[in-house]
Structure formats: structure tokens, C-alpha cells
């Protein structure tokens, strides 16, 4: 059984990654070799390689076109992905990523849709002081990027109770049981000391013929593609759990996690002009007891492992495994790799989402604050000081911090005799609080795309804002101003900031290049008839809309929202009703341009 298309004379000749990543004898080669040769950047399969070790390589493209008039070589900078399981840090560990994005990054840093911290600007020739740094702090960029299973998320509400206990448990032990095993990474950063950041790591519980004495999980070849897992309570799926490869949904009874069910085959990347490529939502696979997640999810990683895609990238990701195969044969092949048969799923779905912001209590005593970040983006800009309001609040209190798959921070263990001066905090550094921030742009994400991102064909993270402002006044005007609904903007199609199962999304088709080269903000597809809780597809309304007609656009949809609504119908629902022809939509084309 394989989803390649048998080719005359054999199988389909593995692609070009495949075989950097077999001839990197464990992601060694090449990083190993070129990191330290006082150049200013890697070659391009050094940078392959690198990517399993936690870093891109990119460069700063506002400044591409003019250093090539110049006959100068890029700009060349490195973001480095901190993994943070399940979002959870300690006040030492942000303070330290703090540091190092004052004294070797741009100045800033980004929470990601994936719970974690990225340093952007960072040269060749600090990534080795810098990821030593990040691992001496109980974190690692391990495994942050590459073809393994990426960082782990979990509802991140400090909450004192069981249920968030074994939550965060069960995520930190998958995290670590499905981690690389090679001693490559500490090898090249940490002169072979292994700093334990995870719990230490279990043998193979999922013994099978295609397992490698070094990697028995990933394989020497490692994954086809990336591999995302989160967890999830039904009431809370603040994950987006279906958006992900393998999806933990809690099934809780006598106020404990009793089992999950499992889903599998969640991925939103596509490429317009391959039709063979789509997003997918997981599926419901079985229910296991919360004793059977590290068992039920190695099988599902191998059979990924052994089966999925490794000559066409564009469709190595698990859910092209599951649609070519159907759900019953990739269950069978499960149940084949585990030696028994699977239990089928509960009858629990996700039914709400939660974001954390604002003041919570946290069921001891103390309160959580969740605080909304633009973006993710935390940085010191006019009155907003938020880079510098964060240091100095983790100086001061010293207290933990969550991070959130909306890319905001929570901050946790707070004495409730300290809210006054906290509130006056927020003041002082120009913090919005949740209760001072519109509702869209409170539900509303971005991918990083221009000026960093290599595959952006055009803004996303700079574009939004003033997308929002538009929003907010249009709302406000027709009386909508309170209604919950997801935005999401990408700068292509790859799907980094979730946005085809929102409400909105806006996803980045071809770029407009000003007069001095520059590329700014393009056209768009927009897409109508996700779900705030994520577990509905939205489908395309309009292609190739330019930049300033994004709200123009989207101001006569909520102009009839309004006027034929059911009684307690949100958007989403509203236009997955009608139909994006119903609403005025038309066929979307299927190339995408460059920049």
C-alpha cells in the first residue's frame, strides 16, 4: 500500500530533501561543516538541514532589489524558533529570549500560532552562542522546524486543576517520546552535552520493520513532512485541534482525563496552481484510555513514517495518506502496525473555543492575566511598549507565563492584592488590555510573511492592521461591532496563520511592487464560512481582490449578515448557509502570482 503513483520501471525517485537528509547522517553534515567557515550564510542544503535544528535561513527582502543594483549580496538573517511545549515558560526562560532578541535579534520577538518564541535578524555568526543560550535555560529549538513532530500544543490556562495537569502532562510526554533521538544537535550547539528540556524519553513502544537504531520513531530519512500535534478539552478548542496531523480531545469523567479520542489528518497548506493539493480537517480515528497516548500516537507517526509521500513534497503531508487511502484503510493500518484492533470514537466533538484574555481566576487563590498581542509581534512601537513592558514585569514579579495559539501571553500566579499596580503597568508601557480592543481584532491573526518569510507573496503581518481599522468602523456602524468571528491573513497559501477554517480568511495571491522596488501589500482571496471553533472549511468568495478592497468587499457581506441572519447565527454559519455564489462570490483562479 503507498499514496505514490507506481512509475514505469519502480517506484517514484525520492526528491531532493529525501536524499540531503539520509546523506546528513542524522542532521549532521552539512550544518556541521558550514557553520562556523566565517561566511555569511549557508548553502542552500546546509539550510535544509538546518531547519531540524530549530532556524531558517532567511533575508531581509524590503532590501533585495536594491543590494542587487549594488551588486551586494543579500541580507542575509537567521529566525530562530524557540519550542515551547504547551506554551508553558518560566519567567527566567522569557527574560533570557528577551536578551537575546536586544542583544543579537531585531529587537523584538513573535509568539507564534504554535505557542512558541521567535527570534528574527539573528546573523550566522551568533546562532551558536544563541541556541546554547536558549538551551541553558531549560528550552530547545530542537525540532521547532523540519520533517519531524513539530512543537506540541495544549491549552494553556494556568488554571489549578487536575484536568489542565494531565493535559500539560500527556502533551510534554508525547512531545518528548516522538522528539529526535540523535545526539547530533547537542553534538554541533552544546559540544556533546545533552540538556535534558523535555522528560526523559521512553524506548519504542510500536516495535516495527522500518525502524532505525538511532531514530526508531523518525526514521534515518526522518518524516516526509511535518507532523503537528496539539490537545484539546471539547469545551476549549483553543488548539485547533483539527487543524492538526494528531489531535488529543480530551474525554474527561469524575473530573478527570479518562481517554481522547484521536484524530488524525488536519493540515491547511496548499498550493493554488496544484489541484492535487488542500486543506483538510482531522478526522475521528478511535478513543484510547489516556495510558494508550504515546502507543496510539507512535503508530500513527510510522505509518506516516513508512507510507507517506517522499517524491512530491507538495503532497507529503499525512492527510493526502488518509484522503488517497479512505479512513478505514489507514485505521487497518494502524491497528496492523499496534497488533489490535482500535476502539471506535466517542461521541464528543468540539463544541466552544476560550482565548484566555483578560483577568482570570486560577483556582488557588491567585489570577492569570491574558494579555492580547498584535500578531504575536511583541515590540516597542510609538506608545506601545510591550517589549520593553514585559521585561520589566517579569524583573519585577517574577512570575510564569503561558503562550497561546492566538499568539497572546498569558501571565500567571498573580496576587490578587497586585492587580492595581499591574493595571497601572499597562498604563505606563501603552499595553491594551482585552477590554480596550475591538472584538475582531481581539479573534484576528497574521502569518509573519514580508519582509523575512522566502515563500510570502505578498504582506500579511504589516497589511492586517489597517485592515482591522476598516473592519472596526464598518462593524461598529452596522451594529456588529460585538460579534465574535476569526480574521486571518496569510502572505501565500501555505496556511501559517490557520486562515481556511476561519470565519475570514485572507489569503496572499500576488504582490504590488512600489517604485522603489519594495514589494507592499497585493491581492487576496478571501475566503467565507469557517468557524470561530475551527472545525468547518471555509471556501473561497473572491479572488485576486486588491489590498484597499478587502473591507469594501467584506462591508457588503456583513450589510446583509445583518439584515437576514437567523436568531443567534454567527457570520461563519451565515455564509456557509447561503453559499459564497448566494452572496456574490465567483470561481477562484488557479495560478498564483510570484512577486
Not at 538541514?49 to 532590501?63: E, T
Not at 461598529?476 to 501559517?496: A, F, K, Q, S, Y
Amino acid at each position: 500500500m503507498s499514496t505514490d503513483s507506481p512509475a514505469p520501471g519502480g517506484p517514484p525517485k525520492p526528491s531532493k530533501a529525501e536524499a540531503l537528509k539520509v546523506a546528513s547522517d542524522y542532521l549532521r553534515s552539512f550544518v556541521a561543516d558550514e557553520i562556523h567557515n566565517g561566511s555569511s550564510h549557508l548553502s542552500e542544503d546546509a539550510g535544509l538541514i538546518l531547519k531540524f535544528h530549530g532556524s531558517y535561513q532567511q533575508d531581509d527582502r524590503d532590501l533585495r532589489k536594491q543590494l542587487a543594483r549594488e551588486k551586494k549580496e543579500k541580507a542575509f538573517q537567521f529566525m530562530v524558533r524557540v519550542r515551547v511545549v504547551g506554551g508553558v515558560m518560566t519567567a527566567g526562560q522569557y527574560l533570557a529570549c528577551h536578551e537575546l532578541a536586544s542583544t543579537v535579534g531585531a529587537g523584538n520577538l513573535r509568539i507564534t500560532t504554535r505557542q512558541e518564541l521567535q527570534l528574527h535578524g539573528v546573523l550566522k555568526q551568533d546562532l551558536p552562542s544563541t541556541i546554547r543560550t536558549i538551551n541553558e535555560v531549560l528550552l530547545s529549538t530542537l525540532a521547532a522546524c523540519g520533517d519531524v513532530e513539530r512543537n506540541v500544543l495544549c491549552c494553556p490556562a494556568p488554571v489549578k486543576d487536575q484536568l489542565r495537569d494531565q493535559l500539560q502532562d500527556d502533551a510534554h510526554r508525547w512531545a518528548s517520546h516522538a522528539a529526535p533521538r540523535s545526539s547530533t544537535y547537542w553534538d554541533i550547539w552544546l559540544d556533546g552535552e545533552k540538556i535534558e528540556t523535555l522528560p526523559p524519553a521512553g524506548p519504542s513502544l510500536v516495535p516495527t520493520a522500518g525502524d532505525d537504531p538511532v531514530e526508531p520513531i523518525l526514521g534515518k530519512a526522518y518524516l516526509p513532512r511535518k507532523f503537528k500535534t496539539a490537545f484539546a478539552f471539547p469545551e476549549d478548542n483553543c488548539t485547533d485541534l483539527l487543524a492538526n496531523d494528531l489531535g488529543y480531545l480530551a474525554i474527561v469523567e469524575g473530573g478527570r482525563i479518562v481517554g481522547y479520542n484521536v484524530t488524525v489528518g488536519g493540515g491547511l497548506g496548499t498550493t493554488p496552481s496544484a489541484q492535487k493539493t488542500f486543506p483538510m480537517l482531522a478526522v475521528p480515528l478511535c478513543y484510547v484510555p489516556r495510558e494508550g497516548v504515546l502507543e496510539i500516537g507512535e503508530a500513527v507517526l510510522k505509518v506516516f513514517r513508512d507510507f507517506g509521500n517522499r517524491s512530491d513534497r507538495k503532497r507529503a503531508r499525512l492527510k493526502y495518506v488518509i484522503h488517497d487511502w479512505g479512513l478505514p484503510a489507514f485505521r487497518a493500518k494502524v491497528e496492523e502496525y499496534l497488533g489490535r484492533r482500535l476502539d471506535d470514537p466517542k461521541p464528543v466533538t468540539v463544541t466552544d473555543v476560550d482565548d484566555h484574555l483578560g483577568w482570570r481566576e486560577q483556582g488557588d487563590g491567585k489570577l492569570y492575566l491574558g494579555i492580547p498581542v498584535e500578531n504575536g509581534r511583541i515590540k516597542d512601537e510609538g506608545k506601545l511598549r510591550l517589549f520593553s513592558g514585559l521585561k520589566a514585569f517579569f524583573e519585577k514579579y517574577g512570575t510564569p507565563a503561558r503562550l497561546t495559539c492566538q499568539q497572546s501571553i498569558l501571565l500567571a500566579d498573580i496576587e490578587p492584592a497586585w492587580r492595581p499596580e499591574i493595571e497601572r503597568w499597562l498604563e505606563e508601557y501603552g499595553i491594551a488590555s482585552v477590554d480596550r480592543i475591538s472584538t475582531v481584532r481581539r479573534w484576528a491573526m497574521a502569518c509573519v510573511a514580508l519582509p523575512t518569510c522566502g515563500l510570502a507573496v505578498t504582506e500579511s503581518e504589516r497589511a492586517l492592521p489597517s485592515v482591522l481599522d476598516g473592519l472596526e468602523r464598518e462593524l461598529d456602524r452596522l451594529g456588529l461591532g460585538g460579534e465574535r468571528l476569526t480574521v486571518r491573513m496569510t502572505g501565500c497559501p501555505n496556511g501559517c496563520a490557520r486562515p481556511y477554517n476561519a470565519d475570514i480568511g485572507l489569503v496572499g495571491r500576488s504582490a504590488q511592487v512600489g517604485p522603489d522596488g519594495r514589494p507592499g501589500p497585493g491581492k487576496y482571496t478571501v475566503f467565507l464560512g469557517g468557524r470561530t471553533i475551527g472545525d468547518r472549511l471555509n471556501v473561497p468568495f473572491k479572488d485576486y481582490v486588491p489590498y484597499d478592497r478587502l473591507v469594501p468587499e467584506l462591508v457588503e457581506v456583513f450589510t446583509r449578515f445583518k439584515a437576514e441572519r437567523q436568531p443567534g447565527e454567527s457570520f461563519g454559519d451565515y455564509c456557509g448557509r447561503l453559499g459564497t455564489k448566494a452572496l456574490g462570490g465567483e470561481d477562484a483562479k488557479e495560478e498564483a502570482d510570484a512577486p
